[in-house]
């Protein structure tokens, strides 16, 4: 059992600046593939950024202004966002896929991912 827990979100104007972090439970978590979603009122879930191993993978809408890393040591998950615009508002959530493999660079966005956190909202004001 994996326990994924966020925090970070808030609100904040447009141009500015958040880090969420997801604090990871288990032994294994240097092993995990780990991303960020997020889904606004009425969209459909939409992958943002994911990290393996080897890499770091990026939805267009979001590269040049996301980073995503990681800390092995803490278990931890980090989703740096500048330059925030109002279409980020969003609930976001960390996920982990326990066994994401070779093939994780190419299809993070679209894995069933193993867990998921409760979520944490993001507001970007105009």
């Known amino acids: 059992q994996v326990q994924l827990v966020e925090s970070g979100g808030g609100l904040v104007q447009a141009g500015g600046s958040l880090r969420l972090s997801c604090a990871a439970s288990g032994r294994t978590f240097s092993r995990f593939g780990m991303a960020w979603f997020r889904q606004a009122p009425g969209k459909e879930r939409e992958a943002v950024a994911g990290?393996?191993?080897?890499?770091?993978y990026y939805a267009d809408s979001v590269k040049g202004r996301f980073t995503i890393s990681r800390d092995n040591a803490k278990n931890t998950v980090y989703l740096q966002m500048n330059s925030l615009k109002p279409e980020d508002t969003a609930v976001y959530y960390c996920?982990?896929?326990?066994?994401?493999?070779?093939?994780?660079?190419?299809?993070?966005?679209?894995?069933?991912?193993?867990?998921w956190g409760q979520g944490t909202q993001v507001t970007v004001s105009s």
């Open positions: 990290v393996d191993w080897s890499g770091t």
């Open positions: 996920a982990a896929d326990l066994s994401p493999g070779l093939t994780y660079r190419s299809n993070w966005y679209r894995r069933e991912y193993d867990y």
